[in-house]
């Protein structure tokens, strides 16, 4: 499930950020972190379950009126990568489900991937 994170998950945040090489220079992570405090950017944590602990973060940009640009996945070591990400892909558009979600350079293959398997859920009119 994905969950709001909040100006006082800051440690948490970095920590998962840091996982990736480009964001051990702390200036750099710092940058992009004020980036994420702009209105339209948004970061959720991702848990499995209630139960267990943080996996993983994603970090988006809503733009224009109804485009959801993925800007971060992130992972913990050890979360199963192509099944969580997917999930995580999923629950952000039935968040969303008027908006497209687009990747970067960095997670457009992501987005490909889960766009082959998802298909969104049929409305009941």
Known sequence: MLISTRPDDEKTVMGLFSLLPE???LDHMKL????????KMEL???QPDQQDSINGLLGFERY????????HL??????PKKATHAQ???DLQELNPDQTVMGTLS?????????KHYS????HN
């Open 74 to 79: 992130i992972l913990t070591p050890g979360a």
């Open 107 to 115: 997670t457009q293959t992501y987005i490909d991937k889960w766009r």
């Open 64 to 71: 224009k009126d109804n485009v959801l640009v993925v800007r």
């Open 88 to 90: 995580m892909l999923t």
């Open 120 to 123: 969104k859920p049929k409305s």
């Open 23 to 25: 964001y051990k220079n």
């Open 32 to 39: 992009v972190l004020n980036l994420y405090q702009q209105p």
């Open 44 to 46: 959720f944590f991702w």
